[in-house]
């Protein structure tokens, strides 16, 4: 049956339930509604321990003292739960205490300073780390949301345990969400599924991961979650005799070579099956694997002795065999999964571990605490190991990304571990996102090899950039001391590390370069004053008195973050140097009469030359040329200073640049271009030719012969019309370049008309 039919099948039901809140999953009977229900579940604690979080709960009892849920009980019984649910991990006595008084500097006004006298540094810091901002004021929602995400990930780098407990925090919410008005259901549900659920996910904890998962769903999405639910239980009951045969055959199977162990059912849960149907655009009915098995064994060597149990008994599907074991997760997940073909003909999914592999399946790195207490710390290693190094790369993501939005949009790509498996030519093995490209790779191995790669080879053979790599790749990054990150890498890479790090030198590159523009405007802009330009040496005492009372009246920091104002047009040179003539006015300096005749517009004098801004192929983020005219050298040129966009170049003719001219005169300045340059220029081709056969081979083949290279070519659409109109982007050196090239064209048979393209007129 289809999702559409059995969701018209619901809809009588839905019509009259109209109105009310979607069923949920209510509070679990083993959830600690009191301290003794929570005293019971704390028995692994010392006595000790065990008066400390006696006394963390009667100082949030206290704290929360006529506070009440939006269902009416009184609030103390969230933290209860909340701490009964990191109780269940086994967490330690500080994680339980941070639990019962997660709210109470949020909610109640304690600080943090009462905190830290009354139970420790460390238990402070925790309930800090679970702070939100909210005494802060931001710009948006969306501003504050992040920032809150930030802070609250730090503390989860220093200490994996703020995580725990706010996952225990948002489950318990999820559960009892009943009582919230619509809005803001559907608001905590999309970002439990956004954030918390794929967090959980990152940090192995399975179980909690696919139970924020289906609450999310369920109040998201109520109706397609009551199909979904129909029509899985209906298949339960058509595939029950099939499920029993199997888990019959299997044990009698396991029994005969004497191997012990637990062979249990699993299904999967509405969320996944919904996105599965979606991913696949498929029917319910082509969902085969939603009924699985899980067998778990004493040892690691038992795992695959009982695989090949498995694969005697029924046929494996080919291609579906993977082995988590000896590559993990990037979670820390291990298992043997394989899907084999029942005696009925239906596809069933089985996976095999050990009872360690199974608690860090389920727990992740909160497994870490249960085995702790039994004395198999050991047993959780690699997840912990991989949790860590993904905590870490949160540090490192902060230190490149100081704005909160940004950071958070950083942690979301790197929240989905859908991994592919990659070898360095040392065999050292890396887990990276699926779709992630070579771009990546050299990132994940150190920075500076990201910000030097040129090239790449996978198995040894050259590749493009964007390729996605594959499991069982072994990459190779070549690199060159002087290159330097492209900004169309943001485009192709997957991971926030990259991603970061990338923004983060262009970043400081536009700042290095915006500085030394600044400097070069404002130089020529005090030469039109008839001043020098002041000297930045820490040593000259009137010239740093001079710049401390310009940066004190432009509002900067210091000399430097003035210089960037300018060069990127946040500031007016023009204004900045009319100010700096007034301060040295002040101080005596007065303006010399040579300097000022000659101005801007001295040409043979080194002096007037030196703040010259000059052309020459090698601008960056801070001097762009404009792609409505697209100046060569040669043609006159004028700079136009946008607002925060650095110095545009525009040719003296474009009527863009008239435009802008006649609205904010004040923004623009001379530019040249430089005796030498460094590359080629971008000019495009308005070319009429007849629509025939060879004529766009005779074309590219003139070009080519003229020594340019053609860029991008666009037509119109595929008319009758016996002409049609190409634009041709051709890369020359000059202008007597661009006519040898246009006298080539001119030339091809079939064209008829050809010319550089003008901007229209404003």
């Known amino acids: 049956m289809s999702l559409r039919s059995l969701a018209a099948e619901l809809l009588p039901a839905a019509l009259q339930g109209l109105g009310r809140a979607p069923v949920v999953a209510s509070e679990p009977a083993t959830e600690a509604s ?6 019971d579940k704390l028995g692994y604690l010392g006595k000790a321990e065990l008066k ?10 206290a704290a929360h003292l006529g506070q009440f849920r939006h269902s009416g009980q009184p609030y103390i019984t969230h933290p209860l739960a909340v701490a009964g649910l990191c109780a269940d991990w086994k967490l330690d006595a500080q994680a339980i205490m941070a639990a019962l008084m997660h709210d109470t500097i949020e909610d109640q006004g304690v600080t943090k300073s009462e905190l830290i006298e009354k139970f420790g540094a460390a238990t402070a810091d925790l309930v800090d780390g679970l702070t939100k901002l909210d005494k802060l004021h931001f710009s948006t929602r969306e501003e504050s949301q992040a920032e809150s995400f930030r802070k609250m990930l730090l503390a989860m780098a220093r200490d994996v345990r703020v995580i725990l407990v706010k996952l225990a925090d948002r489950l318990h919410n999820m559960r009892t969400m009943q009582a919230m008005a619509p809005s803001k259901r559907a608001r905590i549900a999309r970002e439990t599924l956004d954030i918390y659920a794929p967090i959980a996910h990152r940090l192995g904890l399975n179980q909690t991961y696919r139970e924020l998962q289906e609450l999310s769903f369920e109040l998201l999405s109520p109706w397609r979650h009551a199909a979904l639910a129909k029509a899985v239980k209906r298949a339960r009951g058509t595939r029950r005799d099939i499920v029993e045969r199997v888990k019959t055959d299997v044990e009698k199977a396991f029994n005969q070579q004497k191997l012990k162990v637990q062979v249990s059912g699993r299904e999967k849960t509405i969320y996944s099956i919904y996105r599965k149907m979606r991913e696949k655009h498929s029917g319910f009915t082509q969902v085969n694997d939603i009924f699985g098995f899980r067998i778990v064994v004493p040892t690691l060597t038992d795992c695959y002795i009982a695989l090949g149990v498995l694969h005697q008994l029924y046929k494996p599907v080919p291609g579906r065999f993977k082995d988590y074991i000896a590559i993990p997760k990037a979670n820390g997940y291990q298992s043997l999964h394989t899907t084999l073909v029942s005696p009925l003909g239906t596809a069933v999914e089985f996976q095999v571990r050990t009872d360690a592999m199974h608690a860090v399946a389920e727990k992740g790195i909160a497994a870490h605490w249960l085995y702790k207490a039994g ?35 950083h942690v979301k790509i790197d929240l989905y571990p859908d991994a592919v498996y990659v070898f360095t030519p040392r065999s050292k093995i890396l887990a990276l996102p699926r779709g992630a490209t070579p771009v990546d790779f050299a990132y994940a191995i150190h920075s500076d090899v990201g910000d030097h790669m040129v090239a790449a080879k996978v198995n040894n053979e050259p590749v493009a950039l964007r390729t996605e790599l594959r499991s069982g790749d072994v990459i190779e990054i070549i690199t060159a001391p002087g290159a330097r990150p492209n900004p169309g890498w943001l485009s192709m890479v997957r991971t926030g590390r990259a991603r970061s790090k990338i923004r983060h030198y262009l970043k400081n590159m536009e700042a290095e370069e915006s500085q ?28 740093t008195s001079l710049w401390q009372q310009l940066t004190r009246w432009s509002g900067n920091r210091q000399r430097a973050d003035l210089m960037v104002d300018i060069g990127l047009g946040r500031k007016i040179a023009v204004i900045v140097a ?114 025939g056969k060879g004529v766009l081979a005779e074309l590219a083949s003139r070009i080519s012969k003229s020594e340019a290279d053609i860029i991008h070519l666009d037509m119109d659409a595929e008319t009758l019309d016996e002409t049609v109109e190409l634009r041709v ?21 079939g064209v008829q008309r050809v010319a550089r393209h003008k901007p229209a007129h404003a």
């Open 729 to 749: 982007l051709v890369s020359v050196r000059d202008r007597v370049h661009l006519a040898e090239t246009l006298r080539a064209v001119r030339r091809s048979t």
């Open 516 to 543: 030394a523009l600044g400097e070069k405007m404002l130089a020529q802009a005090l030469r039109a004053e008839g001043l020098p330009m002041p000297s930045s040496d820490p040593g000259d005492a009137q010239a």
């Open 52 to 61: 400390l979080v006696r006394e963390a709960y009667r100082f949030a009892d």
């Open 34 to 39: 009191s301290f003794a229900a929570l005293a």
């Open 375 to 409: 004395g198999k710390e050991n047993s959780t290693a690699d997840a912990q190991r991989l949790s860590s190094m993904w905590l870490q790369s949160l540090v490192d993501i902060q230190d490149e990304t100081r704005d909160a939005v940004e950071f958070l949009e």
């Open 578 to 691: 009319k100010r700096m003539a007034h301060f040295m006015g002040e101080r005596g300096i007065r303006p010399d009469a040579v300097m000022l005749t000659l101005g801007r517009y001295g040409q043979d004098d080194s002096a007037t030359t030196q703040g010259m801004v000059f052309v020459d192929g090698s601008e960056g983020a801070s001097i762009q040329l404009a792609t409505c005219c697209r100046p060569i050298p040669g043609d006159q040129i004028v700079g136009y200073l946008g607002r925060g966009e650095g110095l545009l170049v525009h040719t003296g003719e474009c009527p863009v640049g008239k435009r802008l001219f006649e609205r904010d005169s004040e923004r623009w300045m001379p530019v040249e271009w430089a005796d030498e340059m460094t590359r080629a220029f971008e000019t495009q081709l308005d070319v009429l030719v007849k629509n």
